[in-house]
T-cell receptor, first 113, second 111 residues
Framework: GQQVMQIPQYQHVQEGEDFTTYCNSSTTLSNIQWYKQRPGGHPVFLIQLVKSGEVKKQKRLTFQFGEAKKNSSLHITATQTTDVGTYFCAGVFNAGNNRKLIWGLGTSLAVNP | DSGVTQTPKHLITATGQRVTLRCSPRSGDLSVYWYQQSLDQGLQFLIQYYNGEERAKGNILERFSAQQFPDLHSELNLSSLELGDSALYFC??????????FGQGTRLTVV
């Protein structure tokens, strides 16, 4: 079945260091979504990548979608304490009228001030 | 505010009992998803409904069931509750190809 693996599970960084989380799918994705969940909160949508090789930036966050549409990454430059939370990827698989979201287990980011 | 409403916010119940969690999706969203998130765990997809019909099933136990009503609100029924069912249950809604909007969640504690 379709699976989305996300690594690492946890990452602890000093404020100002960079951070990257990776998602890998067992099969080709239609698109991929990224979400952030703050401690005690609910997941909030960050971005959706659709095209092969797509790169999108949101301030210090850079999102990439692989050429084969099977992997993706989220990179945060110069982390801040406000970046703390769990980052989830969700692979979107379209099969006819069925649209499935398969979630990675998330990467929990802790930032030391 | 995501526009997705979940009730109740907190629920404490005893083992063996049955509870119903309710979700009102964003206006116009036809898809509703239910997720379970245990402490320090990721999001476990339970089930998806689209316009009243079951669309996809995840790791949903047989003791759990869900439905989506004609007005598009959804309910998740959890029965014969066990201690291990204690978790945060999220509902999310979306239109066909856009992002999912999550509710604030229902925190279920089984004692």
């Amino acid at each position: 079945g379709q699976q989305v693996m996300q690594i690492p599970q946890y990452q602890h960084v000093q404020e100002g260091e960079d951070f990257t989380t990776y998602c890998n799918s067992s099969t080709t994705l239609s698109n991929i979504q990224w979400y952030k969940q703050r401690p005690g909160g609910h997941p909030v949508f960050l971005i959706q990548l659709v095209k092969s090789g797509e790169v999108k930036k949101q301030k210090r966050l850079t999102f990439q979608f692989g050429e084969a549409k099977k992997n993706s990454s989220l990179h945060i430059t110069a982390t801040q304490t406000t970046d703390v939370g769990t980052y989830f990827c969700a692979g979107v698989f379209n099969a006819g009228n069925n649209r499935k979201l398969i979630w990675g287990l998330g990467t929990s980011l802790a930032v030391n001030p | 505010d995501s526009g997705v409403t979940q009730t109740p916010k907190h629920l404490i119940t005893a083992t063996g009992q049955r509870v119903t969690l309710r979700c009102s999706p964003r206006s116009g969203d036809l898809s509703v998803y239910w997720y379970q998130q245990s402490l320090d765990q990721g999001l476990q997809f339970l089930i998806q409904y689209y316009n009243g019909e079951e669309r996809a099933k995840g790791n949903i136990l047989e003791r759990f069931s869900a439905q989506q009503f004609p007005d598009l609100h959804s309910e998740l029924n959890l029965s014969s509750l066990e201690l291990g069912d204690s978790a945060l249950y999220f509902c999310a809604s979306s239109t066909r190809d856009t992002e999912a909007f999550f509710g604030q969640g229902t925190r279920l504690t089984v004692v």
